[in-house]
C-alpha cells in the first residue's frame, strides 16, 4: 500500500468549455502545461481536472460528446490504440510533464455493453499509462422547484465500482461530483487506506453555496483524510452555470485553498504531519465500535 509522502496537487478550474471539443481538449492542454510548471512555485506532483472538461454539460449533449474508452480493470490500457482521442490527449500530457493526472471526466460510451454513456474520471501515470477509471456511481438526479431540474440519468448510466489507486505519494480515492453525498464511499476508501478523497465536480449556484464546502469538510473530518474537489469556471453563457471554488480541506476541515470562480488554476502542499497528527490527536480511527455497528470497508 503507498504510503504517505509530502505532495503537491494542483486544481486546474477550466474556463472556456464550449461546444468545440478539439478545442476544449486543446486548451486544457495548456492549462496541463501553465500548471506543470508550478506557477512560479514547486511543480505540482499530482494535476486534476474538472468533472464533463470536454463537453458542455447536460444530459443531451453526453450521447454527442462520448468517447469510447473500453479500459479493462487489472489488464494493461494500450493508448496508441485507444479509440477517444481524450485519453491520447491526456496521457500525452502525463508522459510529457511527468506528472499524476486526474482528467477530470469525460462523456464515455461502452460499446461492449449496449452502448451505455458514463460519466467518467480517468487516471494516468508520469509515464502516460491509464491505471485507473471511475465512473460516476451516484447519477445527478435532483428537483428543486423554481431552483434547479438536473436528470443525469436521461442518457447516463450509473457506474457500479468504487476506486482507489496507488501513487508513490499516496493512495488515493476517486469519485465524481454528487458521489461525494454519499458518505460511504469516502468511509470505504478511507477504511482501505486511503489518504485523500479528490473529486471532479462541478455544482451550481443553488447547491454550491449551500453545501460545496461543507460536504467536502464533512468527508474530510470524519474520515480524517485529506479532500479536493475540482470544477469548472463559472461560465453564465453556458446552459449549466458552476460554482467554482475549487478547494483543498486536509483532515481537520481546514480549507487549504480555495479558488474563485473565474478560470485558475490552485496549488496545495500536502503535509503528512497533519494526517498524522489528527488522527493522533483525535483517535476516533481506533475508537470505533465495530461491535455495535458493521465495519462498512470489510
Ligand atoms: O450535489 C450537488 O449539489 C451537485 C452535483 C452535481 O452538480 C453533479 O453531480 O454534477
Redesign the pocket.
Known amino acids: 500500500m503507498a504510503a504517505l509522502r509530502p505532495f503537491r496537487i494542483a486544481l486546474i478550474q477550466l474556463g472556456h468549455i464550449g461546444h468545440d471539443k478539439s478545442q476544449n481538449l486543446k486548451h486544457a492542454q495548456e492549462m496541463i502545461k501553465k500548471a506543470a510548471s508550478g506557477g512560479g512555485s514547486k511543480p505540482p506532483n499530482l494535476i486534476v481536472l474538472p ?1 464533463c472538461f470536454n463537453s458542455p454539460y447536460g444530459h443531451k449533449y453526453f450521447p454527442e460528446y462520448a468517447e469510447s474508452v473500453q479500459f479493462k480493470q487489472g489488464e494493461p490500457y494500450d493508448v496508441q490504440s485507444s479509440k477517444s482521442e481524450s485519453v491520447k490527449i491526456l496521457s500525452a500530457a502525463a508522459k510529457e510533464h511527468g506528472i499524476w493526472l486526474i482528467g477530470g471526466s469525460i462523456p464515455e460510451r461502452d460499446d461492449r455493453d449496449d452502448g451505455k454513456l458514463y460519466n467518467t474520471a480517468t487516471v494516468y501515470n508520469p509515464n502516460g499509462e491509464l491505471i485507473a477509471i471511475h465512473r460516476k456511481v451516484h447519477l ?1 438526479d435532483i428537483e428543486i422547484p423554481g431552483k434547479i431540474t438536473f436528470k443525469e440519468s436521461t442518457t447516463l448510466s450509473g457506474g457500479t465500482h468504487l476506486t482507489t489507486f496507488d501513487t508513490d505519494f499516496a493512495r488515493i480515492g476517486l469519485g465524481i ?2 458521489d461525494v ?1 454519499f458518505p460511504e464511499m469516502a468511509m470505504i476508501a478511507a477504511r482501505k487506506g486511503c489518504h485523500a478523497m479528490i473529486y471532479p ?4 449556484l443553488t ?1 454550491g453555496p449551500l ?1 460545496w464546502k461543507l460536504l467536502q469538510q464533512a468527508r474530510a473530518v470524519d474520515n480524517q483524510i485529506f479532500v479536493g474537489m475540482c470544477s469548472p469556471a463559472r461560465d453564465l453563457t453556458a446552459d449549466y452555470h458552476a460554482w467554482g471554488h475549487s478547494l483543498v480541506v486536509d483532515p481537520l476541515g481546514e480549507v487549504l485553498v480555495e479558488s474563485g470562480h473565474d478560470e485558475e488554476i490552485v496549488y496545495a502542499d500536502i503535509d503528512p504531519s497533519v494526517f498524522e497528527s489528527t488522527r493522533r490527536g483525535i483517535p476516533v480511527t481506533t475508537q470505533r465500535r465495530f461491535d455495535v455497528y458493521p465495519n462498512v470497508a470489510v
Open positions: 468533472e445527478f461530483c454528487y453525498r465536480g462541478a455544482f451550481n447547491t453545501h
